[in-house]
């Protein structure tokens, strides 16, 4: 199977990967923002031409990939981001839903920074890797790496 993941990165991005080729199978209209060498089968959007495994966490790559996706899919119904800088950038987004994924612990630091967006990112359940319980944004979370993709909607027409 080809996947979207270059052999610098793993497990989220195949993740994200599945879920816009199942988005697509299943009727929705996607579009992925990721890096340029990306093999997903799906409509992509990018700032970067090649994935930069060694830089992950930087915070010059992640702010340009976040800038430029969010200026590509300001127009779509939802944006599933998976970063740590894209909810702050979204505030300039006001009108467009946007759904984060940490894919990593939800830490004091974490949970200092997403407090400043107050009721824009509420703390809600959410699942981690491991097969312990569920964790709110308040409690300690899942360890795991991240990287950034983000993954927006747009509603086919005739289609709810």
Not at 63 to 84: E, N, P, Q, S
Request: glycine share 10%; proline share 8%.
């Amino acid at each position: 199977m080809d996947t979207d993941p270059s052999p610098l990165y793993g497990g989220i991005e195949l993740v994200v990967d599945q879920m816009a080729r199942g988005l697509v199978a299943a009727g929705h209209d996607v579009t992925l923002f990721t890096t340029g060498d990306s093999t997903c089968p799906v409509p992509k959007r990018w700032a970067l031409e090649h994935a930069e495994g060694m830089r992950i966490g930087m915070a010059v790559p992640e702010l340009r990939h976040v800038i430029h996706a969010y200026g590509a899919v300001a127009d779509h119904d939802v944006v599933h981001d998976h970063t740590v800088m894209g909810p702050f950038y979204s505030e300039r987004f006001l009108g467009l839903p946007v759904v984060t994924t940490i894919h990593g612990p939800f830490n004091d630091e974490l949970t200092d920074l997403y407090s400043a967006l107050g009721t824009r990112v509420p703390s809600s359940p959410s699942p981690t890797h491991s097969s312990g319980p569920r964790r709110t944004s308040h409690q300690k979370g899942h360890p795991s790496r991240a990287r950034r993709l983000g993954l927006s909607l747009r509603r086919r027409r005739g289609r709810r």
